[in-house]
């Protein structure tokens, strides 16, 4: 990109802010009181507020039958292919029979359709939440375990309670979701950040492996949840290694290797293939045919599906009590990742999402589904991939997706029953590379943002190690404390001018820099408040070179003498002040110094004393070798800057320069200014505040006068040129 190489001429006053105002005719603003906006309410707003909760109208209404009908037929054949290969497979993550899968991918989206905002996304099982979900299934249902002490328990197989758990943690996750949903808080998705999802699908792509390690080679290992799950999980299939069902390896194995090259050929033609190759459906009818041809159930033991349609169901309220802590976070992640991968879609085809309308959608959509006895539902990015990329451009390419899910469930599913579960898990696995190939990221954000890199390996070994529900706290804890640290110990710099500029920048980064005697600005780039105060100070002394508090003192200690010393005629006058003496003080240790910390009135003293000056030989008072220090807070969002007052009973101007317009308000508002922080330190610019300052100090020698205005002019051209500020 070239360099631009123009030049501008500004002519004007120095502003500070309220001179600024002044001539401007500043119009502040009344905010409005929720009864306004009630007395602003007429039809028209209620009902675009009424259809707003229909986003179905919105979309129907623009419909294009001929160029977008064949399309969405075609990508909800597609997709829906795919979303009973992964509805089967992901049930077995929830640690529920394969058949339940099916109704997670058909109930969630009925609602959907009618509710949501985005016209891509596959709405239906997510491997993540189907792993946390099982967390809570395996906890209160364990495999070859006695399951939790509830009345609603009573009379069901253990498959059944399994059932039970699993819609009713899924009821209550979308209780949650419908209620953010109506408070408006769709931006809590924002404290997830990306590295906090990547790592956190990482590890769960990691228990996904582990989980689907049984099915694949054929052992029988109970469900663990809790810390230090997974390492259990490895201990108990590694005890029963010399146990595996060959035939089930032998089939996962070439599964596997089978799918993962079709898929990289989808990978690399993608633009020459109408749709990609079903690879998974493929493999799938496959392995039915030969399993019921070979009798493999007989023959090698190897387990199969069981399709049949199951009644809706009444949740738990026992299930809820317990699984309540598990619930919420089930809520955050499914709506994060489902927000996540409908604004990546909704970019590219132009038109906008609602994150408050979508949690509206997700949680009654999880309502429904879970009175039938479906899980947690969200999307995944390679179905929403397959429906986008085969042409789907409307819901209605997932309504059919989900039909398709349906018709095998009530008429089909039969044909699907000698599906061996070591198929499902291979199929699982090997789904699971983009997500394990997140960590190719380590080294990228090692290098760009070290601290960015420590959210995601906290996160990622926290949830590895510990659960996915305690891991996603763990890793929003060490964002948070990322976070804090950077407010707290913020990267302050002193400034300087750059000759021939009206620009001002880190006085380390370049060779020529003009820095006025007498004038020190300081930048802090981060709000400051209590946490931060005592840093802000740090740097604040080591600007100025002193201790404000105790020069202070110092000189409060000093003028206490010297009072003394001109009452009893001890010190002689002379015409530049007072002359050296001798003289013992006693010891002030017993003195209390809240005394000093606020500056002594010399009106009675005859003479003004110069504390730069050469001062009696028994009083010593720190030097202070500035007169103005100016303060840089257009990074600052909200200030506590009470501690300036310590500079300021020092003799040091004060100038905050670039501060928020709603600051100002806000200290204005709570009548924040007294004699001492006053509204006439703040300026518009650093330069307003620099002329400012080096007027005040007779320093600015070159200034134009004019109707009683000072006017500053600069003009640059590429380089910096002559200045006739200073």
């Known amino acids: 990109m070239a360099t631009l190489r123009k030049d501008y001429v500004v002519a004007r006053r120095v502003y500070s802010e309220d001179s600024f105002d002044e001539d401007h005719e500043k119009v502040y603003r009344v905010h409005k009181t929720i009864l306004d906006h009630v007395r602003g309410c007429d039809s028209k707003r209620v009902k675009n507020t009424a259809l707003s909760f229909l986003p179905i109208i919105g979309w129907m209404k623009i419909y294009r039958i001929k160029e977008w009908l064949l399309g969405d037929v075609v990508s909800g054949i597609s997709t829906g292919l795919v979303a009973i290969m992964q509805g089967l497979a992901f049930a077995m993550l929830a640690s529920l029979p394969p058949s339940y899968g099916l109704y997670a991918a058909f109930f969630p989206m009925l609602i959907y359709f009618f509710l949501g905002t985005s016209r891509h996304i596959s709405v239906g099982p997510f491997p993540v939440l189907s792993l946390m979900v099982g967390s809570v299934v395996d906890r209160l249902v364990p495999v070859g375990g006695s399951p939790a002490n509830f009345t609603s328990f009573e009379g069901l197989e253990p498959d059944e309670q399994r059932v039970l758990v699993a819609s009713s943690v899924t009821f209550l996750m979308g209780i949650f979701q419908l209620a953010m949903g109506l408070l408006q808080v769709g931006f809590i998705v924002v404290y997830l950040s990306d590295t906090l999802v990547s790592g956190f699908t990482t590890a769960a792509a990691i228990q996904i492996l582990v989980s689907q390690l049984k099915f694949v080679l054929g052992l029988v290992v109970p469900g663990y949840s809790g810390p230090f799950a997974i390492i259990r999980t490895l201990e108990n299939i590694f005890g029963q290694i010399t ?38 459906v493929m493999v799938t009818v496959v392995a039915c045919g030969v399993s019921y041809a070979c009798n493999f159930e007989e023959r090698y033991g190897i387990d199969v599906l069981s399709f049949r349609y199951q009644p809706p169901i009444t949740p738990s309220v026992e299930v809820w009590q317990d699984s309540a802590v598990d619930a919420f976070p089930i809520a955050i992640v499914g709506f994060a990742v489902a927000f996540s991968v409908a604004k990546v879609y909704a970019i590219k085809h132009d038109y906008t999402i609602d994150g408050n309308q979508e949690l509206i959608a997700f949680g009654v959509s999880n309502i429904f589904g879970a009175s039938f006895k479906a899980f947690a539902a969200s999307t995944a990015l390679s179905r929403t991939a397959v429906q986008e990329s085969s042409g789907g451009k409307t819901q209605i390419a997932g309504l059919l997706s989900a ?41 990228y954000l090692w290098r760009r943002d070290k601290t960015e890199c420590v959210v995601w390996v906290g996160t990622c070994l926290g949830a590895t190690l510990l659960g996915l529900d305690i891991g996603l706290a763990v890793g929003l804890g060490v964002e948070l404390l990322t976070v804090v640290f950077r407010i707290q110990f913020p990267m302050c710099s002193v400034l300087a001018n750059l000759p021939g500029t009206d ?11 003009l820095e006025p005697n007498g004038v020190k600005i300081l930048k802090m780039p981060s709000p400051i408040f209590f946490a931060n105060i005592e840093f802000f100070r740090e740097k604040l002394e080591q600007a100025i070179g002193c201790n404000p508090l105790r020069v202070l ?66 009083i010593s008072v720190p030097r202070v070798d500035i007169h103005s220090l100016i303060l840089d807070f257009s990074a600052v969002s909200f200030l506590d800057i009470s501690t300036l007052k310590e500079l300021i009973r020092i003799d040091v101007d004060v100038y905050i320069v670039s501060c928020d317009v709603n600051i100002l308000e806000k200290l204005h508002s709570c009548m924040f200014f007294d004699d001492e922080i006053q509204s006439s330190m703040f300026f518009v610019t650093i330069h307003d505040a620099m002329l400012h300052a080096l007027e005040k100090h007779g320093r600015n020698k070159h200034k134009v006068n004019n109707e009683e205005k000072t006017y500053t002019t600069v003009n640059i051209e590429g380089l910096p040129l002559d200045v006739n500020h200073w």
Not at 246 to 266: A, G, H, Q
Not at 503 to 513: T, V
Not at 565 to 584: D, H, M, R, S
């Open 503 to 513: 620009l001002y920048r880190n006085r380390k980064d370049y060779l020529h820099i």
């Open 553 to 618: 003192r110092k000189r409060n200690k000093a003028i206490r003498q010297i009072k003394k010393l001109v009452k009893n005629n001890e010190i002689p006058i002379t015409e530049k002040g007072f002359g050296g003496f001798l003289y013992q003080t006693n010891d002030e240790s017993d003195m209390n110094m809240e005394e000093f910390d606020r500056p002594i009135d010399q009106k009675d003293l005859p003479f003004q004393i110069n504390w730069n000056a050469d001062l009696p030989g028994n």
């Open 403 to 443: 039909m398709m899910a349906m018709i095998v469930t009530v008429a089909l599913g039969f044909l699907l029953e000698p599906l061996p579960r070591s198929v499902l898990g291979a199929l699982v696995i090997i789904n699971l590379k983009g997500m394990l190939m997140q960590f190719r990221e380590i080294p």
């Open 243 to 280: 146990s595996t069902n060959i035939c089930d390896l032998v089939m996962s194995i070439l599964i596997m290797v089978v799918v993962f090259i079709v898929k990289e050929l989808n990978d690399r033609y993608r633009a020459k293939l109408p749709v990609p190759i079903p690879i998974e």
